[in-house]
C-alpha cells in the first residue's frame, strides 16, 4: 500500500512538473475540444446526409433517362443431318424517358420535407455543440478544484505532522498522555488517506478532462470572469423559449409533420407520367443479302390511380396524423423541460452564491478558532484533540469553499446551455466554425456535372481539414 500511494504521489507530480510546460486557458480547452470533438464530426457526417435527401428529393422532379443494349445470338440445326439451317445476331438499342406530371403533389412536398429534416438535424447539431463545450467547461473546473484540494490536503499533512511531533514532544515530558499521541497518529493517517484520494481524484479528473478536450491539462491558467446570463430568470427563459435548438428541432420536426400530413393526403389522388422511348435493332441473318433495321419510337402517357389498395392509403394517412399530434405533444414537452432545466440551473447559481458568502464566513471564524486553540494548546488549556478538531474545521470549510466556487462557475455555463446560447459563436471563441449553409448550397439542386462535383470536392476537402 506505501508503494502503490508512493507511485500515485509520484505519478501527479510528474503530471503536474509536465504541465509547466504549456499554460492553457479556458477559451483554449473549448477551442481544442470544438475541433477534436469527434461527436459533432459524427453530427455534421448525419447533417451532410440529410442535406442529400433534398438532392434526392429534387430529383423526383426530374426525368429519368436510360438506355438499354442487347446482343443475341441464335442458331438453329436439323435433327436429321445435324446441320446448321440459320444463324442470326440480333442487337438493339433503346434510350426511354420516363417523366412524373402530377402525382398529387407529393414530390415537391418531398422537398419541404427533407428541408425541415435538414433544418431539425441542423438544431441537434447545436445542441451537440453546446454538450461538447459544457463538458470542457466541466473537466476545465473540475481540474483545477482538484488541483487545489489536493493542496489543502497536502498542506493538512504537513500541519498534522507538526502537530505529531509536538505531541511527542509533550508526551516525553509528561505533559499530555499517551492517548494524544494516538490520537494525532490517527489523524495523521486519516489525513494521508484523504490525500491519496484527492491525488486519485485528480487523475480522474484529468482522464475525463481529455474525454472532453482531447489532450490531458497542461498547466491550466485561472478561470476567466463568467459569461453574462442576463439580469433575472424571466428574462433567460423568454431567451430560451426564443432560441434553445431543442425547442427549434421540435417546431421544424411538427412542420415536417404536417407536409407528411399533405403528402398522405396526395397519394389518393392520380398519378400522371409521360414516358417516350427511341430504339434501333439490327438483325443479321447468316447467308443473307440483307440486313433488318428498324428504328422504333413511341411516346406514351400514363394516368394510374388507386381505387382499393386493402386500406393501406388510408392507415397511412391516418399514421400520419397520428406522428403530428404526438410531434406537437413531444414540442410541448420539451418546452418545459428547457424551462425546468433552466429553473434547476439557475437556482443551482443561488445556491451556490449563499454558499460562498456562508463558507466565507465559516473560514473566518474557524480560522480565529483554530489560531486561538493552537495557543490554547501551547500554554496547557487545550488538548491537541481539541487543536486537530478545529483544524478539520477549517480545512472543511476551506474545501465548501472552493466546491462552491466551482459549483457557481458551472452553474453559469448550465444556464447558458438551458438557454440555447453555449455555442462557439456566442462565447466568441474566434475558432472556423462549420458552415452547415455550405454543404447544403452545394447539393440541394442535385448536382451532376463536373464542375459542381469537384465544387463538392473542395468543400469535403475543406471539412475534412
Known amino acids: 500500500m506505501r508503494g502503490f500511494a508512493r507511485t500515485i504521489t509520484v505519478g501527479v507530480a510528474i503530471a503536474l512538473f509536465a504541465s509547466v510546460v504549456q499554460a492553457e486557458t479556458l477559451a483554449d480547452a473549448l477551442v481544442t475540444a470544438y475541433r477534436a470533438s469527434n461527436l459533432l464530426e459524427q453530427n455534421q457526417a448525419t447533417l451532410r446526409a440529410a442535406d442529400e435527401d433534398v438532392a434526392r428529393a429534387v430529383s423526383n422532379l426530374r426525368p429519368v433517362v436510360s438506355y438499354a443494349l442487347n446482343s443475341t445470338y441464335s442458331k438453329g440445326t436439323r435433327l436429321d443431318t445435324g446441320r446448321a439451317t440459320n444463324e442470326q445476331l440480333a442487337t438493339s ?116 478532462y481529455k474525454l472532453a478536450v482531447g489532450n490531458y491539462p497542461g498547466n491550466l491558467r485561472p478561470l476567466p470572469p463568467s459569461p453574462s446570463i442576463g439580469r433575472s430568470l424571466e428574462e433567460a427563459r423568454d431567451v430560451a423559449m426564443r432560441t434553445h435548438p431543442s425547442i427549434r428541432q421540435g417546431q421544424h420536426l411538427v412542420a415536417l409533420t404536417v407536409l407528411q400530413v399533405k403528402s398522405a393526403k396526395g397519394a389518393f389522388k392520380p398519378t400522371v407520367t409521360l414516358g417516350a422511348d427511341i430504339a434501333a435493332s439490327d438483325t443479321d441473318v447468316t447467308g443473307s443479302r440483307r440486313a433488318n433495321e428498324q428504328l422504333n419510337s413511341s411516346v406514351q402517357l400514363t394516368m394510374r390511380q388507386t381505387l382499393y389498395g386493402g386500406g393501406g392509403l388510408s392507415a397511412n394517412y391516418r399514421r400520419t396524423l397520428a406522428s403530428q399530434e404526438a410531434q406537437r405533444a413531444g414540442l410541448h414537452q420539451t418546452m418545459l423541460s428547457v424551462d425546468r432545466n433552466l429553473g434547476v440551473a439557475w437556482s443551482g447559481l443561488v445556491v451556490s452564491l449563499a454558499s460562498i458568502k456562508a463558507s466565507e464566513v465559516q473560514i473566518v471564524a474557524a480560522q480565529t478558532a483554530f489560531d486561538g486553540v493552537r495557543e490554547e494548546a501551547a500554554l496547557g488549556a487545550r488538548t491537541s484533540l481539541d487543536v486537530l478538531d478545529t483544524e478539520q474545521d477549517l480545512l472543511d470549510a476551506r474545501i465548501l469553499r472552493l466546491q462552491a466556487e466551482a459549483s457557481r462557475y458551472v452553474a453559469v455555463y448550465q444556464i447558458l446551455g438551458a438557454m440555447g446560447l453555449l455555442t462557439a459563436d456566442h462565447l466568441k471563441l474566434g475558432v472556423p466554425q462549420y458552415d452547415p449553409e455550405a454543404y447544403y448550397n452545394a447539393v440541394k439542386s442535385a448536382p451532376a456535372t463536373s464542375s459542381q462535383g469537384k465544387a463538392l470536392d473542395r468543400i469535403l476537402k475543406t471539412i475534412g481539414n
Open 93 to 208: 438499342l433503346g434510350i426511354s424517358l420516363d417523366l412524373t406530371i402530377f402525382n398529387g403533389g407529393r414530390n415537391r412536398l418531398g422537398i419541404e420535407i427533407a428541408r425541415e429534416s435538414v433544418l431539425a438535424t441542423r438544431a441537434s447539431l447545436v445542441q451537440v455543440e453546446q454538450q461538447v463545450l459544457f463538458d470542457a467547461v466541466d473537466s476545465y473546473v473540475d481540474v483545477l478544484l482538484r488541483q487545489e484540494i489536493l493542496l489543502i490536503r497536502n498542506s493538512n499533512v504537513r500541519l498534522i505532522m507538526q502537530e505529531l511531533r509536538a505531541a511527542n514532544d509533550r508526551f516525553e515530558v509528561g505533559e499530555i498522555t499517551r492517548t494524544d499521541v494516538a490520537i494525532a497518529e490517527s489523524r495523521l493517517a486519516g489525513a494521508r488517506a484523504s490525500l491519496a484520494s484527492a491525488e486519485g481524484d485528480l487523475l480522474v479528473a484529468r482522464e475525463n
